[in-house]
């Protein structure tokens, strides 16, 4: 359906924006128009269904640009499952994915991390889409409960995990999506904020809401991000109708006094995902946008963005704290339910637990971990896939409020993290004999992680030898997973059942 939703966009506004991001200096660098978006699309599907068989899925590596989304379509049109990659991941990691993926090419937006059969660069791809198939090409894209893409997440053991979703999924989704705070009028252009990278799901919420109601996405990327003035700069310029982010990066944006209506007067729904939105944020976006609409929503990766919804009223504001994360979404069902799987009461807390048919088909050949986290649920006769969030949540009112996790799973502004899997890596370091990782909190927020490690070292000075530690690490994860503070104990503190002792290191001086 998304892919119709698409096709029928491009034909009624070839010449509209679908695309473009406001770069470093002043003018809107890199842009793509609705017809290009297609035309594009569909030279690179034919391409790629000329020369791959099967349906196996596809990499594309790349940050912020046209052709991201070009190699996306062009994927699923052409039938394939299409798994973002975003330069931001060492190298090592993107061969763990690569290596798991097996996909049969690679569409590389920007230079490939390494040598490896199959790679389609940036300019071959220009190239591709600017060509069109010499004879016509009858494509077979991707449908109902084919994969639309695989987004990788932090995994416990060290490496990333391959969550699957579905075609039906996205489109799940997407039809509750479109009604968020108020809905989308069709005959509107709206443009829409893109702050996360593509490799995050939470990019999935402004990307498809773009192309499903014939938008502009106004993307940012990391150069942008990155300074004060180009990012007001390109806010300004943007023109934006809906913004979504995390609320960290709102929080960034709001550290400024000139992030307020006067910089974006058309600005109607604030969108947010991912992690906890605090009354402080919520009251001061009411504050700044008076006209726009604040709305929290919940949900992680396996069950396709989002899951439920709540306005943020100014009444709402007052009354509670912590803030919902507001009511399922038609199609879904949420349960708190204690360890053995029985569904609690209101008020009591559990594990968040959800049912519906945005939940994924599981991860990426981990037949195990799958069958730990997903299971089956029968809602109005029908069989429905169900996933164990980890999130440790309870029902009032008739919403549902979210209250941490239950292991060790973090969020850093805005990022997943397993905790265990910046543990296992650092493992992995000349030396080290044993590594724990810990958040470090301020007003009930991960603001930073410090590890706590046991190492056979010949460094006297601490601080060399943390960065040194800090530069090796970088080999293995992304900079977000990099801890600020590194401590050296003698032997990590055990409890009597020989687990590392979480609680007594959270006691020593970081
Ligand atoms: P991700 O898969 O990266 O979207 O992360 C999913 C996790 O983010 C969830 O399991 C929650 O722990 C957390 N999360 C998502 N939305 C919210 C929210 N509105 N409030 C608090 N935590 C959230």
Redesign the pocket.
């Known amino acids: 359906m998304i892919l119709e939703e698409i096709s029928k966009n491009a034909a009624r506004f070839p010449q509209r924006t679908a695309y473009c991001q406001i770069g470093l200096n002043d003018s809107k660098t890199d842009s793509l128009l609705w017809g290009q978006l297609a035309e594009y699309s569909d030279n690179l599907a034919a391409y790629i269904a000329g020369r791959v068989s099967g349906r196996a899925p596809i990499v594309v590596y790349g940050h912020k640009s046209p052709y991201m989304i070009v190699c996306f379509l062009a994927c699923v049109k052409s039938g394939h499952a299409y798994c973002p990659i975003d330069i931001s991941v060492p190298a090592s990691r993107v061969a763990a994915i690569v290596d798991e993926v097996a996909p049969p090419c690679i569409l590389s937006t920007e230079p490939f991390p390494f040598e490896r059969e199959g790679i389609v660069t940036g300019d071959e791809i220009a190239e591709i889409c600017r060509t069109s198939p010499s004879e016509p090409v009858t494509l077979s894209p991707v449908l109902s409960d084919d994969v639309f893409y695989i ?1 990788f ?1 932090s995994g416990s053991t060290g490496t990333p995990k391959g ?1 699957q979703i579905t075609c039906e999924c996205l489109d799940n989704y997407l039809m509750w999506a479109k009604t968020l705070g108020g809905g989308l009028d069709p005959e509107k252009h709206y443009t829409f904020i893109n702050q996360a990278p593509f490799s ?3 990019s999935v919420m402004d990307l498809y809401l773009s192309l499903f109601s014939g938008g502009t996405l106004a993307a940012l990327d990391k150069a942008v991000q990155s300074s004060t003035a180009a990012l007001f700069r390109a806010l300004e310029k943007s023109s934006a109708n809906v913004w979504v982010s995390t ?1 960290s990066f709102a929080d960034v944006c709001l550290s400024d006094e000139r992030f307020s209506e006067a910089l974006l007067p058309q600005l109607e729904k604030f969108l ?6 605090t009354n402080r944020t919520a009251g001061e976006l009411m504050r700044r946008f008076p006209k726009a609409v604040v709305v ?7 069950s396709t ?2 899951v ?1 919804e709540v306005n943020i009223t100014p009444e709402v504001n007052a009354e509670w704290s912590p ?1 919902p ?2 009511r399922e979404k038609p199609g879904t069902r949420i349960f708190i339910m204690d360890e053995a799987g029985r569904i609690l009461r209101d008020g009591e807390k559990g594990e ?1 637990v959800i049912a519906g048919d945005t939940v994924s088909i599981g991860y990426l050949n981990k037949p195990e971990l799958t069958e730990k986290v997903f299971g089956t649920y029968e809602i109005d006769g029908k069989s429905c896939r169900l996933y164990h ?3 440790k949540g309870y029902r009032q009112n008739g919403w549902i409020f ?1 209250c ?2 239950l292991d060790f ?1 973090i ?1 850093l502004h ?3 993290i397993e905790l265990e899997d910046i543990e296992s890596n650092i493992m992995k370091l000349p030396g080290v004999r044993q590594a724990a990782v810990l958040p470090v909190y301020r007003d009930g927020q991960v603001r930073s992680i410090s590890a706590y490690v046991a190492a056979d070292r010949s460094d006297a000075d601490d601080f060399q030898y943390s960065q040194k530690l800090r530069s090796m690490l970088r080999k293995y994860v992304p900079d977000y997973m990099i801890p600020k503070k590194f401590v050296f104990v003698d032997a990590l503190p055990r409890t009597d059942n020989g687990k590392v002792d979480r609680r007594a290191l959270g006691g020593m001086r970081a």
């Open positions: 987004i997440t969550v995050f799901d939470l609320p947010f995902c991912g992690e906890t939105l929290n929503t919940y949900g992680p990766t396996e963005v989002a439920t803030l994360v507001g968040i969030t980890g999130d979210y941490g996790r799973q969020k805005g990022y997943r």
